[in-house]
C-alpha cells in the first residue's frame, strides 16, 4: 500500500518558519517528481512547489524566494522549508507524488497520482 504521510505543520507567527516532511512507503518514488499543494478554505487546492526526479524546484510565484523544496531519496522522504511565513499561507498542505518515472515536475494536480493526507499550516498575524 502507497502511503504519503506529512507532518511539520502547526501554529506559527508571521515571519517564522516551518519545516514540512512527506514520508513515503509502499513503492519508490526516486525516479518521480514530488509535489507540494495547499488547500485554504473555501479555496481550490493550489500548487505550491515541485521538484523533479532530478531535483530541479519549481515555485508558485507566490513562494518563490520564501520556501524551498527538496528531496532525499535515501530517506523517502521530500521536504518544504517555508520561512517568511504569511496569514495568506493559512492552509492545509498536501504532498503528492507522481506514478510516471522521469517526468518532469507539474503544477497541475491531475499529474499526480498518489497524494498523502494533509497537515495544517496556521500563520497568525
Known amino acids: 500500500q502507497v502511503q504519503l504521510v506529512e507532518s511539520g505543520g502547526g501554529l506559527v507567527q508571521a515571519g517564522g518558519s516551518l519545516r514540512l516532511s512527506c514520508a513515503t512507503s509502499g513503492r519508490t518514488f526516486r525516479r518521480h517528481a514530488m509535489g507540494w499543494f495547499r488547500q485554504a478554505p473555501g479555496k481550490e487546492r493550489e500548487f505550491v512547489a515541485s521538484?523533479?526526479?532530478?531535483?530541479?524546484?519549481y515555485y508558485a510565484d507566490s513562494v518563490k524566494g520564501r520556501f524551498t523544496i527538496s528531496r532525499d531519496d535515501a530517506k523517502n522522504t521530500v521536504y518544504l522549508q517555508m520561512n517568511s511565513l504569511k496569514p495568506g499561507d493559512t492552509a492545509v498542505y498536501y504532498c503528492?507524488?507522481?506514478?510516471?518515472?522521469?517526468?518532469?515536475?507539474?503544477?497541475?494536480?491531475?499529474?499526480?497520482?498518489?497524494w498523502g493526507q494533509g497537515t495544517q499550516v496556521t500563520v497568525s498575524s
Open positions: 503528492a507524488g507522481s506514478g510516471l518515472e522521469y517526468h518532469a515536475a507539474s503544477s497541475l494536480r491531475d499529474r499526480y497520482d498518489y
Open positions: 521538484i523533479d526526479w532530478s531535483a530541479i524546484p
